[in-house]
């Protein structure tokens, strides 16, 4: 039944190893983006694809990425994680307009 | 982007009614008004949205005066599974339609 699936639920990373988080949903919105949350704090967007086209917000650090290979996969790349990146991230999704639907997050712990 | 002021906190009651007020004085005219609930390591889920007057649902009303510069979230009968953060967001065309999160409410339902 779940619609926006991130795998893995929880990943434990090395500091500078780089770590890939994916997300991917059967809704088959044309929308699809990226939050960070951290603790006690509100979700943070860090960037979205609109179909193909990237949309990076103007505070998020060039050390995250984003990849959307098709319509139903979107990936999170944080090419060198400090312990500052430690956080939930959150994939949603949306047809331009209408109400998002998250995923359940990935919880990020860096070492 | 309209900003959005909500308190930070309520406290509550089983059986009660709870009403969440948030403020968005620079509203503008495409803009609607919509309300997410997160509950602890999830992600946020949509609740209600509207435009103007009353939008009701199974879960919860939306009370938008004429002047649109507030809403009122109105929970009745709050469980404590209620507890939660919930999220007033003013969304429009003219910021892509994107969900810019404000710090929201964390309302806590006591026995």
């Known amino acids: 039944d779940a619609m926006v699936i991130q795998n893995p639920r929880y990943q434990v990373t090395q500091f500078g190893k780089p770590v890939t988080l994916s997300c991917s949903q059967t809704l088959n919105h044309n929308v699809m983006y990226w939050y960070q949350q951290k603790s006690s704090q509100a979700p943070k967007l860090l960037f979205h694809?609109?179909?193909?086209?990237?949309?990076n917000e103007a505070d998020t650090p060039d050390n995250f990425q984003s990849r959307r290979p098709n319509t139903s996969f979107c990936f999170l790349d944080i090419r060198s994680p400090g312990l500052g990146d430690a956080a939930m991230y959150l994939c949603?999704?949306?047809?331009?307009?209408?109400?998002?639907?998250f995923g359940s997050g990935t919880r990020l712990t860096v070492v | 982007l309209a900003k959005t002021t909500q308190p930070i906190s309520m406290d509550s009651y089983e059986g009660q009614e709870v009403n969440i007020t948030c403020s968005h004085n620079?509203?503008?005219?495409?803009?609607?008004i919509t309300w997410y609930q997160q509950f602890p390591s999830q992600g946020p889920r949509f609740i209600i949205q509207?435009?103007?007057t009353k939008v009701t649902n199974e879960v919860a009303s939306l009370f938008i005066p004429a002047d649109r510069k507030s809403s009122t979230l109105s929970l009745p009968r709050v469980s404590l599974s209620d507890t939660a953060v919930y999220y007033c967001l003013v969304v429009g065309m003219d910021s892509s339609y994107k969900l810019i999160f404000g710090s929201g409410t964390r309302l806590l339902v006591r026995p």
């Open positions: 949603a999704t949306s047809s331009l307009g209408q109400r998002y639907t």
């Open positions: 694809y609109y179909d193909k086209d990237f949309n």
């Open positions: 509207g435009y103007k």
């Open positions: 620079n509203i503008a005219t495409n803009d609607y």
